[in-house]
């Protein structure tokens, strides 16, 4: 494997949006015939050892920018072989994972980084959509699948040996056991800021194998997904400088009112997912602003986004984050969140204390 410094460190250097380089996608062996070799993980060749290719890129970048971080895929087989998943021949097999998902020898052969800190390992995990692993089809599934995430990439995250980002993961959800894989998924990643890192493929409509998050229309949603991901999400924070300062000690009251309406995205056994558009119809700026609804006995908040959104006994509150801090006359926001109990829309919807 040969490898030259990226022009596309040079071109993005310092720019503050891009963090980092993935340094290559999915390496693999490639064809059909059982003896191919092709990049492999730890075996020593300089010209398919995919560590040691990502060691050299990994240290060339920095040299001009040294602070992106450096994202490293992993193999599909360790030793550079073909595996059943694109042969079907069990005879050459080998512990083969998704192409770029097998990091299983990196504890072993660790990618070595001059500047530290900066090695995040990057696999791909996918569905029946792409490819139906033997996994899929176990007696155990989906209870086997956290210890083959353990096996294959996990381990590093739980070890603390390196940070994980999933760079690929997504499904059609043609068939019911890619909901059920894309629900255990995201458990298996956790929350927060302990939880792992992730991308998922694709927001755009036309990837085959997986479908996007935006449906074929390229305007509307996939809120099956959406709905399924959108705990995991962590709220944007500001754009660095400082927030808006209130201009009252407290909430302000609207000249004139206000206006809500509900929609229902989804709902599943055992919780909804729903979105609440409030509009400022008074005459004055709110700022800050905040919604407040009831929900029926039974009825728990599970996430909100685009506020900060908590719940005391049947009361829920929608408090402005501090990046959208003001509400103008005419203006709108649209408080989203996941609920567990039966869907329900919210009660008497107040604005700054004024009923909508």
Known sequence: MKVRRSGLAQRYAGNPTVIGADLHNEPHAEGTNPAATGACWGCGDPARDWRLAAERAGNAIPSV???????????SCPNGGLSNVWDNDPSNDEDCGWWGGNLTRAKDFPVRLNV??????????YATSVYEQAWFKAPDYPANLPAIWDRYWGYLHKQNIAPIMMGEFGSTLADPRDKVWLEKLMAYTGTGVDGMSFTYWSWNPNSGDTGGIALDDWTNINTTKQAILQPYLIPPVGGGGPSPTP??????TPTGGCTATYKQVNAWQGGFQGELTIKNTGSGTLNPWQATWAWPAGVTLASGWNATVTQSGTTVTAAAPSWASSLAPGGSVTVGFTATGSATAPGTVKLNNTAC
Request: proline share 15%.
């Open 65 to 75: 920018q040294p602070n992106w971080l450096i994202f490293v895929e992993g193999v």
């Open 116 to 125: 530290a800190n900066r090695l995040v390992y990057s696999p791909h995990e």
């Open 247 to 252: 201009t009252t000690p407290g909430p302000t």
